[in-house]
């Protein structure tokens, strides 16, 4: 069992950059990862890391603009998502998810992730 708490979601310029935080209690050997959903849109994936952090995965439409990686203290883990040059279709609902399935990150698919969090709004302006 693992819970997830998103946080640094809020309003950004366009150019701008971000980081995401997400605590994770419980377990601290899941693959952990980030998604994002915006209104009216299916859920996408945005990056993962692997338990180790070994291994990171990027969409492509992230790639080179954003970096995950974690740190684990105690009984807990957070995984950050740094995001740079915003743009205003990276407006989305950010959620953080944790999976442990015994195959590497890059094959992962949403469902393969059995723990989300509630979400973290990232807004980008025009």
């Known amino acids: 069992q693992v819970h997830l708490v998103e946080s640094g979601g809020r309003l950004v310029q366009t150019g701008g950059s971000l980081r995401l935080s997400c605590i994770a209690s419980?377990?601290?050997?899941?693959?952990l990862a980030w998604f994002r959903q915006a209104p009216g849109k299916e859920r996408e994936f945005v990056a993962s890391?692997?338990?180790?952090?070994?291994?990171?995965?990027?969409a492509d439409s992230m790639k080179g603009r954003c970096t995950i990686s974690r740190e684990k203290a105690g009984n807990t883990v957070t995984v950050y998502l740094q995001m740079i040059s915003l743009k205003p279709d990276d407006t989305a609902v950010y959620y953080c998810?944790?999976?442990?399935?015994?195959?590497?990150?890059?094959?992962?698919?949403?469902?393969?992730?059995?723990?989300w969090g509630q979400g973290t709004q990232v807004t980008v302006s025009s």
């Open positions: 890391i692997s338990n180790t952090a070994l291994t990171t995965h990027y």
């Open positions: 419980g377990r601290t050997d899941y693959a």
């Open positions: 998810a944790a999976g442990d399935k015994p195959k590497p990150i890059t094959m992962y698919t949403s469902d393969d992730y059995q723990y």
